[in-house]
């Protein structure tokens, strides 16, 4: 069973602080994803990252970086915490599909406040 | 274009019943169409998809129907049990892309 595990279920951080948010997944996925989640808002996609270093911008970049030194391991930072960046974080894996597209595998999420 | 319409945001409906998610799509290159199934505290998982070759797919309860003139799909839940209340997200994608865009979700609760 593929396991996706974010380092913290609820983390506090105040406005200006740089945030790190940690992902690990253990089923050698090529493919990582950083989400989040706001009500009414549904899933949006913050950055996508296809293999080690590299990454990719989603719908929602501005105020976040990310960082895929090792293939397990995917880090959302927040550079400068704002209030506006309070949300459910959701991290996800995948394998690449090719032609058929795989399933995302999610964690169960790290609920971020900025105070 | 790559936007994906997903009604109604929330739905209650009593033991026993049907629920219907409706969800809409624009871009019709889109070949892949996926729902997720979120409980609360837990991150989303997928549920059932298809692909538009077919217009419904059935996995026990759950059932997607797919209508590609119109752009539409949806997903019904026959007899819905209080264990199906949950968050609901439809998809779509490209068959070949690792990225899928949702829809916004909708907020299923069964009534006991």
């Known amino acids: 069973d593929v396991k996706v595990t974010q380092s913290s279920r609820y983390l506090v951080k105040r406005t200006g602080e740089k945030v790190f948010l940690e992902c690990v997944q253990d089923?050698?996925?090529?493919?990582m994803f950083w989400y989040r989640q706001d009500p009414g808002l549904g899933l949006r996609l913050i950055y996508f990252s296809y293999d080690v270093k590299m990454k990719e911008k989603g719908d929602i970049p501005e105020g976040y970086s990310v960082s895929r030194e090792k293939k397990e391991r995917f880090s959302l930072i927040l550079e400068s915490a704002s209030t506006n960046q309070t949300s459910m974080y959701l991290c996800?894996?995948?394998?690449?599909?090719?032609?058929?597209?795989?399933?995302?595998?999610f964690g169960d999420g790290t609920r971020l406040s900025i105070l | 274009q790559q936007q994906v319409k997903q009604s109604p945001q929330s739905l209650i409906v009593q033991k026993g019943g049907i629920s219907i998610i409706n969800c809409a799509y624009e871009n019709t290159a889109f070949d892949y169409f996926p729902w997720y199934q979120q409980f609360p505290g837990k991150g989303p998982a997928l549920l059932i998809a298809i692909r538009p070759d077919v217009s419904e797919k059935k996995e026990g309860r759950f059932t997607i129907s797919f209508n590609k003139s119109a752009k539409q799909f949806s997903l019904h839940i026959m007899d819905s049990q209080p264990g199906d209340s949950a968050t609901y997200f439809c998809a779509a994608t490209l068959d070949s892309d690792d990225k899928i865009i949702f829809g916004k979700g909708t907020r299923l609760h069964i009534l006991p």
């Open positions: 089923m050698d996925h090529e493919n």
């Open positions: 996800a894996s995948s394998l690449t599909g090719g032609f058929s597209n795989q399933p995302q595998h």
